[in-house]
C-alpha cells in the first residue's frame, strides 16, 4: 500500500489547477518533488516544503509515484516518451499518473513502452476547474490495469471524491471527451440564460436561484454563471486548453464516424474569442459572445 512514509510523488505542472493539487499532496503528508517549465510557478509550493528538481529526468531517479498534469498531448509525449522523459529513464515498479487531457492514442502509447520497463501507467484525467482542484473535490476517470488503479487509490483520495476505473488504457482519455462535449455544449446554454436573463430587465443571480437547482442545472451553471455575473473571467480553465480539448474530441468522433453538431458550434464559437485575444481567459469568458 503507498503512504506517506514509503511514497515519494514527483509532481510535473504547477498550473492553476497543478499547483492546488501538489499542494494537497503536501497537506496530506507526502514527500513532493517538483518541476515546471517555469520555476516561477513552484515558488509557493517550494516554500510549503515541495523540492524541486531540474528535469523529468531527474524525477524519474527520484520519486516512485510521478503525477503530471500539463498543457498539450505534445508535451506529454515529450515529458513521457522524450529522451529525458520519464519512461526512458524510469525505475522499475514507479507509477505514472497523467492527468493531462491528451489523446487516448497516446495513453496507450504511453502504457505500452512503460510496460516494457516494469512501469505502471494510467491515464487519469481530471474536471472540476480550478475550484475541484483547491477544494480536493476532482472527478478522476481512470485508464489503464484495474490492480494499478486499487493502488493508487490512497494518491487519488487526496486528489478527488469521485475516483471511476473506467477500463483498458486510453479510457480515462475518452471519457474526459466525453466530459468536455457535455460542457461544450452546456457552456453555450448557460451564457445565453444569462444574457436572456440581462436582456428581459432580471437579476440574473435570483434568475440562478432559481433555475441551478433545477432541471437546468449544471456544476458550469453553478460555479461559472456567477463568474459571469460579476465579470471575472480569470481562468479556472484556459479557453485555450478547452480548444485543445474539443479538437481532440471533434478528431475521435470524426474516426468513429460521429457527428458532434454542438461540439463544433461550440470549438467555432471559442475559436472566435480566442482570435480576439481571449485564449488565456477562463471558459466562462464565452459570455463575452453575446456582449
Keep these: 500500500m503507498l503512504t506517506t512514509e514509503n511514497t515519494i510523488i514527483g509532481f510535473i505542472g504547477t498550473g492553476v489547477m497543478g499547483k492546488s493539487m501538489a499542494g494537497n499532496l503536501l497537506k496530506a503528508g507526502f514527500p513532493v518533488l517538483v518541476y515546471s517549465r517555469t520555476k516561477e510557478k513552484a515558488l509557493n509550493l517550494l516554500e510549503k516544503g515541495a523540492e524541486w528538481v531540474d528535469s523529468p529526468k531527474e524525477m524519474a531517479t527520484k520519486a516512485n509515484v510521478i503525477i503530471t498534469i500539463v498543457g498539450y498531448p505534445f508535451d506529454v509525449e515529450e515529458v513521457y516518451l522524450g529522451e529525458n522523459g520519464l519512461v526512458p529513464n524510469g525505475k522499475e515498479n514507479t507509477y505514472i499518473i497523467d492527468m493531462t487531457t491528451s489523446t487516448p492514442s497516446l495513453a496507450v502509447r504511453i502504457y505500452e513502452e512503460a510496460k516494457k520497463k516494469g512501469i505502471h501507467a494510467v491515464d487519469a484525467p481530471v474536471s472540476g476547474g480550478d475550484v ?64 436572456y436573463a440581462e436582456k428581459a430587465g432580471l437579476n440574473p443571480e435570483t434568475v440562478l436561484q432559481s433555475i441551478s437547482s433545477g432541471a437546468a442545472g449544471s456544476w458550469s451553471l453553478s460555479n461559472l454563471a456567477p463568474r459571469m455575473i460579476k465579470g471575472d473571467f480569470e481562468p479556472g480553465f484556459y479557453i485555450k486548453h478547452m480548444i485543445k480539448d474539443m479538437n481532440i474530441a471533434l478528431e475521435e468522433a470524426e474516426s468513429m464516424g460521429m457527428e458532434a453538431p454542438g461540439l463544433a458550434l461550440s470549438r467555432k464559437l471559442y475559436g472566435e474569442l480566442a482570435s480576439q485575444g481571449e485564449e488565456n481567459s477562463g471558459t466562462q469568458a464565452l459570455y463575452k459572445h453575446w456582449k
Design 132 to 195: 475541484g482542484a483547491k477544494e480536493a473535490r476532482l472527478s478522476i476517470m481512470v485508464g489503464g490495469d484495474v490492480e494499478v488503479f486499487q493502488a493508487l487509490q490512497p494518491i487519488f483520495q487526496v486528489l478527488g471524491t469521485n475516483i471511476i476505473y473506467q477500463g483498458k488504457a486510453g479510457s480515462g482519455q475518452h471519457t474526459k471527451m466525453c466530459n468536455q462535449i457535455a460542457i461544450a455544449s452546456n457552456m453555450i446554454g448557460v451564457c445565453e440564460a444569462i444574457v
